[in-house]
């Protein structure tokens, strides 16, 4: 049983760019959550979606974050025109949905905006 | 403005002594508890839930609801210098965490003491 995976595990950037990140989340489980942690804080949704629907965006997400789970497995986060505060950690989770709410986390990408 | 709150710490406990963790949550309406390990540099890990008032028990795991005085504590018992981490409490709106996204407290950083 894999967990959840995220690629690229570290992507440094220069202000300006924009970066994509991927999860795969647990095969068996059909809702996905993408998360922000910077130091010394916990984490902050983001977004999540059940199968390929986006149920929810944090106030947090502006227009220059879009996320996608186009057939209902894995997901993308695209950020456009990045900034410095956008350096985080980016994490992704998924949980069974129906049946069971536990979160489960993957690795994590660390993401430097210089 | 639904809150999680706990104590940053650091809390130092010697090896061997039974640590406890306390967090408190704002929103009364609040269904499913959670708690997370995470290691330096690492993504969160799941070690318990709780969604009934009481205590439940997991090795040496003990998780405490009181929902009347919306708190939820983590007890680890025998604690090892290998439980140096820091305790992140969330929380859910749904039961069973079905509403969605996980409220995070900030973390509570334990150091163990060989």
């Known amino acids: 049983d894999t967990g959840v995976s995220q690629d690229p595990r570290h992507k440094i950037t220069k202000r300006g760019q924009n970066v994509t990140f991927r999860c795969d989340p647990i095969?068996?489980?059909?809702?996905l959550y993408w998360y922000r942690q910077t130091l010394g804080q916990g984490p902050e949704f983001l977004t999540y979606f059940q199968n390929e629907a986006q149920l929810e965006k944090s106030r947090l997400l502006s227009d220059r974050f879009s996320a996608e789970r186009p057939k209902g497995s894995f997901s993308t986060l695209e950020i456009q025109r990045t900034e410095q505060g956008d350096s985080a950690m980016y994490l992704c989770a998924s949980s069974p949905g129906v049946g069971g709410g536990e979160q489960y986390f993957g690795p994590g990408t660390r993401l430097t905006v210089t | 403005q639904k809150e999680v709150e706990q104590n940053s710490g650091p809390l130092s406990v010697p090896e061997g002594a039974i640590a406890s963790l306390n967090c408190t949550y704002s929103?009364?309406?609040?269904?499913?508890f959670f708690w997370y390990r995470q290691y330096s540099g690492k993504s969160p890990e799941l070690i318990m839930f709780i969604y009934s008032n009481g205590d439940k028990e997991d090795g040496r795991f003990t998780a405490q609801l009181n929902k009347a005085s919306q708190y939820v504590s983590l007890l680890i018992r025998d604690s090892q210098p290998s439980d140096s981490a820091t305790y992140l409490c969330?929380?859910?709106?749904?039961?069973?965490?079905?509403?969605?996204?996980?409220?995070f407290g900030k973390g509570t950083k334990l150091s163990v003491k060989p």
């Open positions: 969330a929380v859910n709106l749904g039961y069973g965490g079905s509403q969605g996204n996980l409220i």
């Open positions: 095969s068996e489980h059909n809702r």
């Open positions: 929103d009364r309406g609040s269904q499913s």
